[in-house]
Every structure is written in structure tokens, then in C-alpha cells.
Nanobody
Framework: VQLVESGGDLVQPGGSLRLSCDCR????????VSWYRQAPGKERELVAT????????TYADSVKGRFTISRDNAKNMAYLQMNSLKPEDTAVYLC?????????WGRGTQVTVSS
């Protein structure tokens, strides 16, 4: 099983990034997917979740209206589109795939929002 995040970068406030999560080794379409983030000295925070079919998603209040989670079950990929980025969005962003039996994590990708 592998979850590999990519797309993290240094971006100015107000900018955008699109994170990707390449999922392999399991039946992706049977798992819900979430993006979490962890900033230095802070607890891991749930950012967004999308159900296995992709028909419903939820967001943390701190990112609602700015971030969009999506998935492509044909490609075994999940995405996080991040717009209007703020310095407080700076963190390592981690991809998680979970169902009733299994819980898989990627290693994360660094997002830094700074001028």
C-alpha cells in the first residue's frame, strides 16, 4: 500500500496550490479519503474529507470556501485544490484513506505560505 502526496510548494499569500495523492495497492474506490495538516508544534488537523463515491465532502471551518477536495476513482487519485492561501495554512499536508477495516497514510507534502 502506498499513498504519495505531491504538489506542495512555497507560495505567496493569496496564491493557489493543488495537492495530489497517488494511491496504490488497495481498492481506492472503497475508501473515504481525507486531507490532514500538521504545523510545527500543533496537533494534526482534519482539513477535508470526501466519501468513496465522491458525491459528498466536508471541510474544516478554517478552509471552507477556499479549499476543494476531489477524487478520480479511475486514476486512484485524490486532490486538494487550495485557493486564497494564508500564512496560517503553512503545514505538512497528509493524505489518508480509510474504511471500516483499514487506515492508510501518506508521508506528506510541505506547503509554505509566505511573502
Amino acid at each position: 500500500v502506498q499513498l504519495v502526496e505531491s504538489g506542495g510548494d512555497l507560495v505567496q499569500p493569496g496564491g493557489s496550490l493543488r495537492l495530489s495523492c497517488d494511491c496504490r495497492g488497495f481498492t481506492f474506490s472503497r475508501f473515504g479519503v481525507s486531507w490532514y495538516r500538521q504545523a510545527p508544534g500543533k496537533e494534526r488537523e482534519l482539513v477535508a474529507t470526501i466519501i468513496s463515491s465522491g458525491s459528498r465532502s466536508t471541510y474544516a471551518d478554517s478552509v471552507k470556501g477556499r479549499f476543494t477536495i476531489s477524487r478520480d476513482n479511475a486514476k486512484n487519485m485524490a486532490y486538494l485544490q487550495m485557493n486564497s492561501l494564508k500564512p496560517e495554512d503553512t503545514a505538512v499536508y497528509l493524505c489518508n484513506a480509510r474504511n471500516s477495516r483499514y487506515d492508510y497514510w501518506g508521508r506528506g507534502t510541505q506547503v509554505t505560505v509566505s511573502s
